[in-house]
């Protein structure tokens, strides 16, 4: 599904990433370790499109998405691509339902079909009851999971989590671990996950390292 090509990427004088080759399959959990500076948030913006690497591509489908015009990257990341970052980055004026509908009406869909799926996605996180609850009435926990709604809204092929539970505790980190799973099992869902979770890292199907813009295993 998706494919890194040789990809380097520098900031001045600091060169990040130093030639990284990276396949991702369809449905697969792939989990990104490494020490803090070792280049993994930065791979993860570069295969998410988020930024552009200095050299070699991004393949998505077979189709190279590194040239595309910032318009038309911020399409195709709006169509097929959902983001969870590490603070969920809900607007706090809007309900949990408003949040998780944004991304379909950036998209131009039906106000009634997002809000009957954005219904389905929370009824699917257990978050039924908090549709009409602002993120300030909602644990961390919760509002993490509203984030993975708003991320699946419109049916990405691959979704990117940055640090997902860096800033949840134990019992709903492991929550979360477990959701990512549960909806790689109900909707095939491919997730690629920068974590510093041991216990996320070993769940994922295949755990990737790196250390100082390179890929060791």
């Not at 195709?76 to 009406?105: D, K, M, S």
């Not at 979704?159 to 109900?186: C, T, V």
């Amino acid at each position: 599904m998706l494919q890194a090509v040789n990809i380097r990427k520098r900031y001045g004088s600091l060169e990040v990433l130093k030639g990284i080759d990276l396949t991702i399959e369809k449905s697969e959990i792939v989990s990104i370790v490494g020490s803090s500076g070792a280049g993994k948030s930065t791979l993860l913006h570069l295969l998410g499109t988020l930024d552009t690497p200095d050299t070699g591509e991004v393949l998505f489908d077979g189709e190279s998405v590194s040239s595309l015009k910032r318009s038309e990257l911020a399409k195709f990341r709006n169509r097929h691509i959902g983001f969870v970052f590490q603070f969920h980055n809900l607007l706090p004026e809007f309900t949990a339902l408003e949040n998780v509908c944004l991304p379909a009406y950036l998209a131009g869909r039906s106000e009634k079909e997002t809000r009957v799926r954005a219904r389905e996605l929370l009824g699917m996180l257990n978050l039924e009851r908090r549709a009409e609850h602002k993120p300030s009435e909602m644990s961390g926990g919760e509002q993490q999971r509203v984030s993975v709604a708003r991320a699946l809204i419109n049916s990405p092929e691959i979704i990117f989590a940055d640090e997902p539970s860096g800033n949840l505790d134990s019992k709903n980190a492991a929550e979360l671990h477990q959701i990512f799973f549960l909806l790689r099992k109900e909707l095939g869902q491919t997730f690629v996950i920068v974590t510093h979770n041991d216990q996320l890292a070993a769940m994922a199907d295949r755990k990737i390292t790196m250390r100082d813009g390179h890929i060791l295993e």
